[in-house]
């Protein structure tokens, strides 16, 4: 349970981030968003019947 709330606050703290990036001049900066997706899943879980594939 810790584990799963330290994540779903660091997708909190980015997702602060994202909304204040879109009224500040930040530099934009390239990510990889397979990771943080595959996170979300692991979070959420897809229903049943379900499959969700995240290719690189």
Do not use: C, K, W
């Amino acid at each position: 349970m810790e584990r799963l709330s330290h994540r779903m606050m660091q997708l909190v703290q980015d997702l602060l981030v994202y909304s204040t990036t879109q009224s500040e001049s930040h530099r934009s900066e390239m990510i990889e968003p397979s990771p943080r997706l595959q996170e979300v899943l692991d979070l959420a879980g897809p229903r049943e019947g379900f499959e969700v594939i995240i290719e690189a």
